[in-house]
């Protein structure tokens, strides 16, 4: 991908937000998250991903498919409400061009939440885990090709890729709202099929807390453009369902809707954490 091709939805949404370089952070809500926008966003503007040139559609229930600009619990946010998806048939250089439209939008940080099955012993449905680190099952990488040199180096390093100062300023959110907060290992598949019991438990013998089949390659597009990344997963389910129930995506979307009460609570003392981090 060239860096142009991400130009014309920048314009287009400098076009349309006048606040634009005011706002430090990007927020990805995930399946069945929706419904924190209208709980907590002072909308200032918005566009269908279908408006925005060179931006992908979402296909999957549950993503209501729109760019919205504002304040969220006070903080000057970009919000993609919904995500695009590898197993979608898009490459992974589509589904990651909103982070590179971020980035030149001048947003410094990056808060990624998906849903996600459960692999540790005890995860619950409706329980949040924040992501530590994670683990690359996709088969694929969005920085494969020629490096896009204006954005970062050819080799990002990937040591912290999931911000250790942010992660703590969301612990210490959770603690003060009261919210239980997990902190685990991800680990990203491709989809679209959920994991084989064989897959949960090599998954799980290799250090993984919960499987999902997003996040990652925003977070390495993210962190080679030079982005600070958190990310909360939803523990919608229990991975493979091992005592053999058959899973579905209509059951995820209602698990990650029933726990946005959680996830209002840790955003309203969150996100101005976040915001002071990335001004520091």
């Not at 998806?85 to 061009?97: A, D, F, N, P, R």
Request: charged share 20%; with cysteine.
């Amino acid at each position: 991908m060239e860096a142009s091709t991400v130009y014309p939805a920048l314009e287009h949404i400098r076009a349309l937000d006048p606040e634009r370089g005011r706002r430090r952070l990007g927020i990805v809500l995930g399946s069945g998250w929706g419904g924190v926008v209208e709980a907590l966003m002072e909308i200032e503007g918005q566009a269908a991903y279908a408006d925005l040139p060179g931006f992908p559609v979402s296909t999957v229930a549950g993503h209501a498919g729109r760019l919205v600009w504002g304040r969220m619990a006070g903080v000057p946010v970009y919000c993609m409400q919904g995500r695009f998806h590898y197993y979608e048939g898009y490459s992974m250089q589509e589904i990651t061009l909103p982070v590179r439209v971020f980035a030149l939008l001048g947003v410094k940080g990056l808060l990624l939440t998906n849903a996600a099955g459960g692999i540790r012993a005890g995860m619950a449905p409706g329980q949040l885990m924040v992501i530590e680190d994670h683990l690359n099952f996709m088969g694929d990488h969005p920085l494969r090709g020629p490096n896009l040199d204006r954005f970062g180096p050819r080799f990002p390093d990937m040591t912290r890729a999931w911000d250790p100062d942010l992660r703590e300023r969301l612990a210490k959110a959770a603690a003060d709202a009261g919210v239980a907060l997990q902190s685990g290992v991800y680990a990203a598949v491709s989809g679209p099929s959920f994991e084989t019991p064989a897959e949960i438990r090599a998954f799980r013998q290799l250090g993984a807390d919960a499987v999902g089949m997003s996040t990652v390659p925003e977070c390495l597009v993210a962190r080679h453009s030079g982005l600070r990344v958190a990310g909360i997963s939803c523990i919608t389910n229990v991975a493979a369902h091992e005592g053999g129930q058959a899973l579905s995506h209509e059951e995820v979307a209602e698990a990650a809707s029933k726990a946005q009460d959680h996830v209002i609570k840790l955003f309203t003392r969150a996100l101005p954490a976040l915001q002071q981090t990335l001004q520091d």
